[in-house]
T-cell receptor, first 115, second 111 residues
Framework: SAVISQKPSRDICQRGTSLTIQCQVDSQVTMMFWYRQQPGQSLTLIAT?????????ESGFVIDKFPISRPNLTFSTLTVSNMSPEDSSIYLC????????????FGEGSRLTVL | GQNIDQPTEMTATEGAIVQINCTYQ??????LFWYQQHAGEAPTFLSYNVLDGLEEKGRFSSFLSRSKGYSYLLLKELQMKDSASYLCAVRDGGGADGLTFGKGTHLIIQP
């Protein structure tokens, strides 16, 4: 299984600012995913981060709001831009384990509170 | 569209058995997953079904019926530490590898 490190683990942000979340994996992985989990809700896929190409965004999420970088096979960043209180959420990085069942492994998440 | 339904909350007694149901309607199907998520922690993988039938793994079992769009997670010999949210998720295939998650079932274990 992959070990995934995310930082920051939590932060309190001011409205209108932007924050970048980092995700580091201990092995090379082809596909990395960014999920959002709003309070009391389940996980919603934001985008798939592809190495060497632009991220693929799900319906309702756009690159201007959630720019993603994937400079290599072990690292990705998600930026939450121009934050509002509605962006208060846990943001989770995950990777695909193709070696077994194709399950996803998740990082510990980054809990953002926007005031 | 994608639609995954599971009960919002269930309560069970320590030592007993509980079954958490999940129904899904997705545009495609390439596997159903169950995850456990304790409060404040990341989801952890429990089970995977892609063919019909029962998969057993220790105290946890998962069942799938593709024709009915139905799965359940069975937890036996419940322990207090099993109190958590249980998330049903589907990979709908079509070249995408991300999972679509249900809203999760909050399971409360009582002594």
């Amino acid at each position: 299984s992959a070990v995934i490190s995310q930082k920051p683990s939590r932060d309190i942000c001011q409205r209108g600012t932007s924050l970048t979340i980092q995700c580091q994996v201990d092995s090379q992985v082809t596909m990395m995913f960014w999920y959002r989990q709003q309070p009391g809700q389940s996980l919603t896929l934001i985008a798939t981060a592809n190495q060497g190409s632009e991220a693929t965004y799900e319906s309702g999420f756009v690159i201007d709001k959630f720019p993603i970088s994937r400079p290599n096979l072990t690292f990705s960043t998600l930026t939450v831009s121009n934050m509002s209180p509605e962006d208060s959420s846990i943001y989770l990085c995950s990777v695909l384990d193709r070696a077994n069942t194709g399950e996803l492994f998740f990082g510990e998440g980054s809990r953002l509170t926007v005031l | 569209g994608q639609n995954i339904d599971q009960p919002t909350e269930m309560t069970a007694t320590e030592g007993a058995i509980v079954q958490i149901n999940c129904t899904y309607q997705t545009s495609g199907f390439n596997g159903l997953f169950w995850y456990q998520q304790h409060a404040g922690e990341a989801p952890t993988f429990l089970s995977y079904n892609v063919l019909d039938g029962l998969e057993e793994k220790g105290r946890f079992s998962s069942f799938l019926s593709r024709s009915k769009g139905y799965s359940y997670l069975l937890l036996k010999e419940l322990q207090m530490k099993d109190s958590a949210s249980y998330l049903c998720a589907v990979r709908d295939g079509g070249g995408a590898d991300g999972l679509t998650f249900g809203k999760g079932t909050h399971l409360i274990i009582q002594p």
